[in-house]
């Protein structure tokens, strides 16, 4: 029987994985932050609630002493970052304090929750399981605030991939699209409270692509895969002798992917599109109130 690790197992992707991995016979360490998640875990014995906050020291070395104690020289098999928030809004709107939050959240806590592990990684040469998203290579307009934590993870991922290769720990990539999780519902709720702070300018600049963009993003996430899917992956990933360095997974995957492949302008000109974001300023628009008009060049 292997030990892994979880973070963010309270719900969606982590919750099922949890679950999955214990399903195939392994014990797991379901990270969660509140009682309530806790008290959901504790009928089935092959997984232990462990309360961690990816962004408090103290919590991620409490954990590793847990963890330890109960591996011993064997170690860890395996760890899935999956912790994580975030929310859609423009960028030029984005409080740099809360971006600030969400990288310490969904960047640089994957990577203190990572470093802590590595000694017991080391130990029984386990792997490590990045949660990305493929948003970060089809970034659609008004998600920056949620693939720019996710864009420097994915940096992180390809070098800890190359750095650790000659401890025997290998560093997998997993890269969910369209997933039906209470993301959705969330994206719902923080869209239209986003609206309603919208001044009269952001409102004329951004109010209609930003409802087509929630609407739609809503939508997709109500018909997207069951977070089962990616937990499946997760599972071969882990346990699969030559796991793959990244995988994509989920509804839309291809799609989205090929978006990624097009040159720059013909993609963002089909995401403009989709969304309803205009190409050049109207002679309506704020920006070209007050510009005088170009002049002709007099005829000699």
Do not use: W
Not at 36 to 49: G, L, M, V
Not at 116 to 125: D, G, I, V
Not at 223 to 239: C, M, N, Q, Y
Request: glycine fraction near 8%; aromatic fraction near 4%; proline fraction near 6%.
């Amino acid at each position: 029987m292997s030990t892994f690790v979880v973070t963010g197992a309270s719900s969606g992707i982590g919750r099922a994985t949890a679950h999955a991995l214990a399903a195939a016979g392994h014990h797991v360490f379901a990270t969660v932050r509140k009682e309530q998640d806790a008290a959901s875990f504790r009928t089935d014995e092959r997984i232990t609630p462990l309360f961690l906050d990816v962004t408090s020291p103290d919590q991620i070395a409490a954990a590793v002493d847990t963890v330890g104690a109960r591996v011993g020289d064997a170690g860890l098999d395996g760890l899935i970052n999956n912790a994580g928030t975030g929310s859609a809004l423009p960028m030029e709107l984005m409080q740099v304090d809360e971006l600030r939050r969400q990288l310490e959240v969904n960047t640089i806590g994957q990577l203190a929750v990572t470093q802590a592990f590595l000694p017991l990684l080391r130990q029984a040469q386990g792997r490590i399981v990045m949660i990305g998203s493929i948003g970060v290579r089809a970034t659609p307009p008004f998600t920056g605030p949620i693939v720019v934590p996710k864009a420097a993870l994915t940096a992180a991922t390809h070098a800890l991939r190359q750095e650790l290769a000659g401890s025997g720990i290998r560093t997998i990539l997993v890269d969910p699209a369209t997933i039906h999780t209470d993301a959705g519902d969330k994206l719902a709720r923080d869209a239209e409270r986003i609206e309603q702070g919208f001044s009269t300018a952001e409102r004329s600049r951004y109010g209609t692509a930003f409802h087509a963009m929630a609407s739609r993003f809503v939508g997709m996430h109500a018909h997207g895969s069951r977070p089962e899917v990616v937990a499946d992956t997760i599972v071969r990933a882990l346990t699969t002798r030559r796991p793959r360095a990244r995988y994509t997974v989920g509804k839309n995957a291809l799609p989205l992917s090929v978006i990624a492949r097009l040159p720059i302008p013909l993609a963002d000109a089909l995401r403009r599109r989709v969304f309803g974001l205009p190409s050049r300023p109207s002679s309506a628009s704020p920006e070209r109130q007050g510009r005088p008009r170009s002049l002709k060049k007099p005829r000699l």
